[in-house]
DNA sequence: ACCAGCGATGTTTGCGTAAACATCAGGTGG
DNA sequence: CCACCTGATGTTTACGCAAACATCGCTGGT
């Protein structure tokens, strides 16, 4: 936005539009990309067909009230022109855009990604586009902006995959018309939430390695302001308190590997540090890089377990035991619940859960004898 | 679809139209999603403002033949009426939809993630939404289908992320009007082509190994149907014949690090194999592992070079050397390509390389000394 | 035989926007 | 002093579709 000389991008400005730039006095008018006109339309179709623009949208629609035979012919004409409803004309009439928005930070994660994708194929199968929303910095002005951008930009709901303190209501203006679903959060009291059971995934973790025999876990957090990571810190720190273990302090990261292998070497120079709960697998991997470094086989000396499951888990060294999360399902359920909101089905807030499983490899391990 | 009990899905049934459910003589019809009809519209605004909708719809442009003071006076009103464009209405008429789609046929390859990302960011910056469009299974058919779908999806053009192979000409449908750019192929004789430089960076790989001192290099390839792959392996049999280098036999995998693990097997077990070029970062990082459970030292037995660049890549044991692909800048080149060709003022077919980046890191080293 | 009733189809209308054209006031040159 | 131009603004129209309403012809009950 940095060439717009005149006034402010204001609610008229579309990010989009030709704006005050190429003006002036005669001046060619921008070159707009113009479409050929070479799309028949209901009127053509009825022409051919010897009926009316109304009969075709019944067709189109598959309403009824139309005889086989006519619905036949109709359906000729519209193969033979290439007739393709103008889903601009029909968004305008119906005053829905059968698309849905979806907002997210980064597509750097792995569960980002996932969900995204399951997001997209359940849309589709529903009859719904996705549109998306990539924000480059995670401030609440970029999503703002992504949401006005957003509202003229044809949707009907969003999705948003984002921690949610970065949507703070009192800021961020939300179309009234426009129902919202939110990924990894713990606004279920504002908004409707579909989110993995950090909470049961982390206890089953945790009790996998104290089953083992270790005394305790050490935790490999992510990033503190990741709604997250903090879910999994808190359900770490509960279900040791629960089972009576003392409580090592946390060690932080920021999701990437690089994070986990800095973060890491705190706890690989520690003699009584034999289980390691990794709050994801790329951390996780770092992790097992320094271990290795510093002479710390896993899971013999060192017991390692992450989260997500990545599909490169199996191939670490050793193999990784994690969490298996159901990225498909989160997505499936998101799309699911922003529909049911639309049509006024559905509560207008909680939060749904999806269990995770846990995956056992070769990273975990009995802790070693006393030496 | 299968619930669908009529004739076939026809040009005039789109995915999502209510279809023959719910019906029959009174019955209530489908509880379509309906929005409220909450937002002003350009008449408003006018009736507001005092003026005409035609000066609020100049206004809104950013047209040019309007007094300072009445630009004020309308922006001032749509402020208070909280007006935005309705894009429905402003694509009617304008018969452009300010959306790009962007068919892939999965979200499971960093390549695939990053080049969308890149392509969704400079879109935005471009006033141009993005429409994903996930392909469920790699068919002809599905590819077909998905471009139907996006045709009436609202799109003015597409990009696609996909071994071009799928891409038959003589059976995808592509709308006249409908600009397209392909990631990822050959094709640049029948398509505009964005791609990385796959032969460059192949040839760089090689050159690294062999001025290491390795007498020749083994290669690790993708899958057989993948274009990217293809070409990774001729430009190694390029380089290595070339430099006088005898072929050692190819090994295939199909992008998975477990696939790489597996594959990896035959290499792990020949002692004249000391250098090994991974067609990509995921199979190099089961390649390690395998190496590493023959006993295999990586860099000072084997050395290892990947393709990517993935964010782990540092991490893995030992840190991995790899080439850098720039996703980011294949994304924006794809969107410049699209809109060019939009305003009809680029070729209409030819390929753009983006060229890559020799990222040293641990896993390369000159070949032990013979012992 | 007549008409109510119903299913099939046609006609009218308006969604919000922007291009094309119309109007109008004020200024300029002959 | 008027014909003419210029720039600001208003009016008309059409984009393609589908809801609402209108019409038409046939069927069946009395």
Partial sequence: METVEEAAADPGDPPGAPGPVARGTGAARPPAPRRARATASMADVARLAGVSAQTVSRVSNGYPGVTEETRRQVRAAMRELGYRPNSAARALKR???????????????????????????????????VTLLPLAVPTQDEVRGAFSRLEELAVDAVIVIMEVHLLDAATVHLPPHVQVVVVDSDAGDRYTVVDTDQHGGTREAVRHLLDLGHRTVWHLAGPEDSFAAMRRADAWRAALTEAGRELPPIVRGDWSAESGYRAGRELAVREECTAVFAANDQMALGLLRVLHEHGRRVPEDVSVIGFDDIPEASSFLPPLTTLHQDFAEVGRLCVQAVLRKMRQEGPERGTTLVPTRLVLRSSTAPPPGPR
Same sequence: chains 1, 2.
């Fill in 95 to 129: 005053g829905e855009f059968r698309t849905i928005g979806v907002i997210t930070f980064t597509l750097a994660t792995t569960g980002n990604v996932r969900t995204l994708e399951a997001i997209a194929t359940s849309a589709a199968r529903e009859g719904y586009a």
